[in-house]
């Protein structure tokens, strides 16, 4: 039963809003049920169903409070409670939230523009349900939705205006907040089959309810902690949204005024939030919220109804006007680094390493065997991951990750200046890949490592995924002999293009490919199409390669390496250097917030996505892992020698597998 409803004078509330969430739920895209969980909250949802309930009561007003809601009611109730979800949708794209109610919003989760067409399905959904009622429930429905948007066009142009009047304010909440609330209200009377002068009694208390439930929220986004609200708080001061507390402030404190003529960081935001209070004003907006309770209820008092029915209601809306009661969060995934071993990796592994390293003659000193850029880039990782399935799986997809980022900085080399030279390592290289492992197609260090490896690597896999793991990094390749002919031409991509570009020489298939060897699992293809997977994988891909880009920002000049974005915002804008590092810092910041809120989510996607045979579990731990370890890609010691730790010698290694354009083609299997 909602707060402060009197059981004895609705007795059939409860029932029937299980009736409401009965006919609530996901939207169906036809064909496609892994859609299905965009505009699906699950049965843990803390929503409070406030419309719906409003709804229901405004019926038993009208009826006969001891009988349950007819079927129509229900439905008008789940109608308007649609319209509301749908909303929420486009607020959180709006206001680039990253969770709603203390859980991962859909926005951070499927992007804004899946986000958006999900509150588009949703809020058609709802005004479905209302015209199957008629044409008076479709058009009220109707005029609230144009009241709705009207209130969000005038909040929207009145965004960072310091001067914004107290009238503009209440119109927004009219139209944004009061609307719904006002249409719930309305549609309940009208299913009672009341008169016109109830029908609008009712829906100016919803109204009045509606401006009073606003106010209340922006008090509360002032004045309660994020623990209580389930929510960032403080958020409209930083977004330019100036609230009645905060209007009523500055038109007396002129230092607030003039934080309020432009955009704030979060500390000015905080200190304009302690004027705010400081002045008095939070106590002059629970006044206005409690005249517009008043007039609520004086719009009631005029029905004909029954006085315990009447104070129950009264009682009913004043109980959620205060919502600073959390709702359960879902438990975060933690991103702190366990405890490392002594030298961060697992047991067993680095002596594995130093010794393939100097048998397969990829290093052929101790020193080099311990080269940072190496064997230190994947501390981070080790520091992270699950235990692999079993030994042999954890060397392999070890030695795989050593020698990818060998061959990265191959092509990454300042010494390598030649744009044949590029091309003959490029085409070495995909030799290299296709020979026979019996007989390797040229002596060399590069050769017998792989060699060594894709026996191993191909053990258990199907022929499909042997052959996407094999051409996704045919692909990279050329990507990498791409980006070294930039390098060499001094080209710097803009901005637009930096992303493709940084994509294709990310490698972001074979670290996919190394986790599923690791844990001994393959992902089905249908599950790396789904919008949230290629979500999470592009996310991953920005806060490792951005945070990449600021930690290796000396280095990347020095070297001029051209796809580093910080080096392309200067070109394009001719900005600082500290004003486009704060950019991509904050990029960076935003990125990782969304990811984190993705990593929450997958393993609750996987639990309802079909066609997994039950092994949803199993895949979600592979995403899981290996978007935590790009959450901690800035740990990694890729970019800091240490005492012991000695470069060898790219030009020997390049040279073993050069393969000039003029060659004759060597056997490959």
């Not at 929420?88 to 067409?117: E, K």
């Not at 298939?509 to 986790?515: D, R």
């Not at 997994?612 to 935590?628: F, I, P, Q, W």
Request: overall charge negative; glycine content about 6%.
């Amino acid at each position: 039963m909602p707060r402060e409803v009197d059981p004895t004078v609705f007795p059939h509330l409860d029932a029937d809003l299980d009736r409401v969430r009965d006919v609530l739920g996901p939207v169906q895209f036809r064909g496609r049920p892994e859609l299905t969980a965009l505009t699906d909250e699950g049965p843990e949802t803390s929503r409070r169903l406030v419309r719906p309930t409003l709804t229901l009561l405004s019926y038993y007003l009208l009826t006969d409070p001891a009988a349950p809601a007819d079927d129509r009611v229900v439905r008008a109730a789940a109608g308007v409670e649609l319209m509301h979800v749908g909303s929420l949708y486009h607020d959180d794209v709006i206001d680039h939230a990253d969770q709603r109610r203390g859980r991962p919003s859909t926005n951070a989760v499927w992007g804004p523009h899946m986000a958006v067409l999900g509150g588009d399905s949703v809020t058609f959904s709802g005004m479905r349900m209302l015209a199957e009622l008629g044409g008076r429930a479709v058009l009220a429905a109707t005029i609230a939705g144009e009241q709705m948007c009207a209130g969000m066009v005038i909040e929207a142009a009145d965004l960072y205006v310091a001067s914004r009047t107290e009238q503009s304010y209440l119109d927004t909440i009219d139209g944004k907040t009061a609307a719904v609330l006002s249409l719930a209200c309305r549609v309940g009377g009208m299913q009672a089959g009341c008169s016109e002068e109830q029908e609008e009694a009712l829906a100016e208390f919803g109204r009045q309810f509606g401006l009073a439930y606003q106010l209340y929220d922006d008090i509360l986004d002032l004045t309660s902690s994020a623990e209580e609200m389930g929510k960032t708080v403080n958020a409209d001061l930083p977004e330019g949204i100036y609230t009645l507390p905060v209007i009523r402030a500055a038109a007396r404190d002129q230092s607030l005024a003039h934080l309020l003529r432009s955009r704030m960081t979060r500390a000015q935001a905080a200190r304009a939030r302690e004027l705010v209070i400081a002045s008095g004003a939070v106590d002059e907006a629970h006044a206005v919220a409690e005249e517009f309770i008043d007039q609520a209820a004086g719009q009631l008092a005029a029905l004909p109804v029954d006085p315990r029915a009447h104070q129950a209601m009264i009682a009913y809306a004043r109980s959620i006007l205060d919502r600073r009661t959390p709702a359960p969060a879902v438990p975060r995934q933690s991103t702190q680094a366990p405890t490392t071993h002594s030298d961060g990796l697992p047991p067993g592994i680095g002596q594995w390493l130093r010794s393939w390293l100097m048998d397969t003659g990829l290093a052929r000193t101790p020193a080099e065997a311990d080269y940072h850029r190496w064997t230190g880039a994947i501390r981070s990782p080790a520091r992270i991951l699950a235990p692999a399935a079993n030994a042999a799986r954890e060397q392999t997809a070890y030695g795989m990750a050593v020698l990818a980022l060998m061959w990265d900085d191959l092509f990454e080399d300042p010494r390598l200046r030649d744009p044949k030279a590029v091309t003959a390592l490029r085409r070495g290289l995909v030799a290299t890949l296709r020979q026979d492992p019996e007989a390797p197609w040229r002596p060399g260090a590069i050769p017998a490592a792989w060699a060594s490896l894709w026996p191993r690597l191909r053990a258990g896999r199907s022929a499909r995924w042997q052959e996407r793991f094999l051409d996704g990094i045919e692909e990279w390749l050329e990507a990498a002999e791409r980006e070294a002919h930039h390098r060499i031409n001094g080209y710097i991509p803009s901005t637009a293009d930096y992303l493709p570009l940084r994509m294709s020489t990310s490698g972001i298939e074979t670290a996919l490919a190394c986790v599923e060897v690791y844990q001994d699992r393959e992902l089905p293809p249908k599950l790396r199409n789904h919008p949230v997977i290629r979500r999470l994988e592009e996310l991953g891909f920005w806060v490792t390669f951005l945070e990449n880009d600021l930690v290796g920002l000396d280095q990347d000049e020095a070297d001029h390496v051209p796809y580093n974005l910080v080096r392309a915002i200067r070109h394009e804008t001719g900005c600082t250097r500290r004003e486009a590092v704060e950019q991509v810092q904050r990029q960076v910041a935003e990125q990782r917030a969304q990811l984190e809120a993705v990593i929450r989510y997958v393993p609750a996607l996987f639990r309802v996505l079909p066609g997994l045979s039950g092994r949803g579990k199993d895949y979600a731990e592979v995403y899981v892992n290996m978007t935590s370890v790009g959450l901690w890609g800035r740990e990694s010691g890729r970019y800091e020698p240490t005492s012991g730790s000695v470069a060898p010698d790219l030009e020997r290694l390049r040279c073993e597998v050069y393969y000039p354009a003029d060659d004759l083609t060597p056997t490959v299997r």
